[in-house]
Structure formats: structure tokens, C-alpha cells
């Protein structure tokens, strides 16, 4: 069996509250160490794009 890893952000509601996440998961042959870094700046930008689509200000959106 192959191991998995993977990275996870939150989503926020228009208070600022997490409600739910986004996450992108792989196999560690293909989402290696080395494109993780990369891969986990692009699920923060999806996910706090989402939250503003809920109503999130941006203030209210960090990296947890």
C-alpha cells in the first residue's frame, strides 16, 4: 500500500467562523515534500476565495 498525505484549510462563514474545509490529498509518490509547500498555498487561495463567496471579510481569513 502507498502512503497518502495532504493539506486541509478552512472555510468561513460571513462571521468568520469555520463551517467546513477544503482539502487536497495524494499519494506520497505523486504530492511529494517537495510540491506540498505549493500545493498548500493554492488550497488556502481556493478555500479563502470560497469564504468569500460566504460572506467572509478578509480580515477574518488567516492561515490556520
Given at each position: 500500500y502507498?502512503?497518502?498525505?495532504?493539506?486541509?484549510?478552512?472555510?468561513?462563514?460571513?462571521e468568520?467562523?469555520?463551517?467546513?474545509?477544503?482539502?487536497?490529498?495524494?499519494?506520497?509518490?505523486?504530492?511529494?515534500?517537495?510540491?506540498?509547500?505549493?500545493?498548500?498555498?493554492?488550497?488556502?487561495?481556493?478555500?479563502?476565495?470560497?469564504?468569500?463567496?460566504?460572506?467572509?471579510?478578509?480580515?477574518?481569513?488567516?492561515?490556520?
Amino acid at each position: 500500500y502507498e502512503m497518502v498525505r495532504g493539506v486541509a484549510a478552512p472555510i468561513r462563514d460571513n462571521e468568520g467562523k469555520v463551517f467546513a474545509s477544503l482539502s487536497a490529498l495524494g499519494v506520497t509518490s505523486r504530492l511529494t515534500a517537495e510540491w506540498l509547500p505549493e500545493v498548500a498555498l493554492q488550497v488556502v487561495a481556493a478555500a479563502n476565495g470560497v469564504s468569500r463567496l460566504f460572506g467572509c471579510s478578509a480580515s477574518s481569513l488567516k492561515a490556520d
